[in-house]
T-cell receptor, first 111, second 117 residues
């Protein structure tokens, strides 16, 4: 079945530092979505990427979809304590799809 | 509009018992998918229902089952509970996760936290 690998599993940064999480697949993805789950909360949709090489920005967050549509990244510039949480990449869609989440990257920010 | 509602929010069961969890999706959403979340394994896909039909199933034993009603509400059942079933069970609704468009965005409920003693 389709596997979506996400690294790193954990990342601790000082407030103001940058942060990046990566999502990789062995097969071509029809799309990639990113979700954020705050501690004690539930995943919340951030963004979806569909096109090869696509780049989208949301304030300090930059999302990229690889040219081969097999990898994606989420980059946060100048982290803040409000960025704390687990970031998941997610793939849906395509024939015979499985709804596959990466294992997530837990980001902690030291103020 | 109302979000995704899961009940109960917390429950404690003992080994061997069974449990039923409920999920009411956002009005108009025909797809409900279920996930098990544990600290070591992240979010694992259980199954997805669309218009009362199970369209996809993850790699879980037959003790895990589900169904969807005509009003799109869904239930999942776990029989013969084991200690390892302790987890947060999340459901998510969407218009159709099989499409590559905004229709495939998942909206999650707050989850049902199951503890098996």
């Amino acid at each position: 079945g389709q596997q979506v690998m996400q690294i790193p599993q954990y990342q601790h940064v000082q407030e103001g530092e940058d942060f990046t999480t990566y999502c990789n697949s062995s097969t071509t993805l029809s799309n990639i979505q990113w979700y954020k789950q705050r501690p004690g909360g539930h995943p919340v949709f951030l963004i979806q990427l569909v096109k090869s090489g696509e780049v989208k920005k949301q304030k300090r967050l930059t999302f990229q979809f690889g040219e081969a549509k097999k990898n994606s990244s989420l980059h946060i510039t100048a982290t803040q304590t409000t960025d704390v949480g687990t970031y998941f990449c997610f793939n849906s869609g395509g024939s015979n799809y499985k709804l596959t989440f990466g294992k997530g990257t837990l980001l902690t920010v030291n103020p | 509009k109302a979000g995704v509602t899961q009940t109960p929010r917390y429950l404690i069961k003992t080994r061997g018992q069974q449990v039923t969890l409920s999920c009411s999706p956002i009005s108009g959403h025909r797809s409900v998918s279920w996930y098990q979340q544990t600290p070591g394994q992240g979010l694992q896909f259980l199954f997805e229902y669309f218009s009362e039909t199970q369209r996809n199933k993850g790699n879980f034993p037959g003790r895990f089952s589900g169904r969807q009603f005509s009003n799109s509400r869904s239930e999942m059942n776990v029989s013969t509970l084991e200690l390892g079933d302790s987890a947060l069970y999340l459901c998510a609704s969407s218009l159709d996760p099989g499409r590559t468009s905004g229709a495939n965005v998942l909206t999650f409920g707050a989850g049902s936290r199951l503890t098996v003693l």
